[in-house]
């Protein structure tokens, strides 16, 4: 009884494992966009300053703000599901080590 228990703990860590690594890879896709959007945001900007447009300059500073802001909120997500995974990963293995 113990063990079919113990079995059926780790199918479905095991499933939540997978889970996880499937929004971390999302996320991780996500991140590398923010970035470039970040960077094209501050490319177009750096233009808009060297050819002193102070209209631009100001719309185009805020829009760097915000893209930076959602990179932050990517960035944390990404963190947290990447503990979430180590988390899961280690009660997996200490599951299988009682098991054992």
């Known amino acids: 009884m113990e ?3 113990r079995r059926r703990e780790s199918i ?3 499933a939540r494992l997978a ?3 499937e929004c971390s890879a999302l996320l991780r896709r996500t ?3 923010a970035e470039e959007i970040v960077d094209e945001a501050r490319t177009l900007l750096v233009e808009a300053e060297r050819q002193g447009d102070p ?3 100001l719309a185009l500073s ?3 703000d915000e893209a930076r ?3 932050c909120k990517v960035l944390n997500a990404y963190v ?3 503990r979430r995974i180590n988390d899961e990963r280690r009660a997996i293995l200490q599951a299988l080590s009682g098991a054992a």
Request: charged share 20%; net charge positive.
């Open 19 to 21: 889970e996880l690594y």
């Open 80 to 82: 947290i599901i990447c």
């Open 62 to 64: 805020a829009q760097l």
């Open 31 to 33: 991140r590398i966009r």
């Open 69 to 71: 802001a959602a990179y």
């Open 55 to 57: 209209g631009r300059i």
């Open 3 to 5: 063990t079919e228990l």
């Open 12 to 14: 479905v860590s095991s």
